[in-house]
């Protein structure tokens, strides 16, 4: 059973970094999608970042060049390393996986992941 435990979060200043961790056990690294997920107030889930088995990541374009995603496969962790946050990044992220699949595709379907975490509030001021 796939299951995914999330960490991090918190409240920053506009400019800040946060860092968000994703615990995931159950999952082959044979072949897989992972990603974070975020869902504003009175908005619909956004991919924000997706990796998968190819090694290939994917990003919104609202968050390229500030988040990275990258996957600890001794550590079995996935992360969000957020920079140069924005007011506009205030929103709840989630993580999800899916057993097969592409970055691509996932970032664009979020809510076709099979898998999720909790879910963590990130609020940005300004």
């Known amino acids: 059973q796939v299951q995914l435990v999330q960490s991090g979060g918190g409240s920053v200043q506009a400019g800040g970094s946060l860092t968000l961790s994703c615990a995931v056990s159950g999952l082959s690294y044979n072949s897989y999608v992972m990603g974070w997920i975020r869902q504003a107030p009175g908005k619909e889930r956004e991919g924000v970042a997706t990796t998968d088995s190819d090694g290939f990541p994917a990003y919104a374009d609202s968050v390229r060049d500030r988040f990275t995603i990258s996957l600890d496969n001794t550590r079995n962790t996935l992360y969000l390393q957020m920079n140069n946050l924005k007011p506009e990044d205030t929103a709840v992220y989630f993580c999800?996986?899916?057993?097969?699949?592409?970055?691509?595709?996932?970032?664009?379907?979020?809510?076709?992941?099979?898998?999720w975490g909790q879910g963590t509030q990130v609020t940005v001021s300004s």
């Open positions: 999800a996986a899916r057993k097969s699949g592409g970055a691509w595709f996932f970032l664009k379907k979020p809510k076709d992941f099979d898998y």
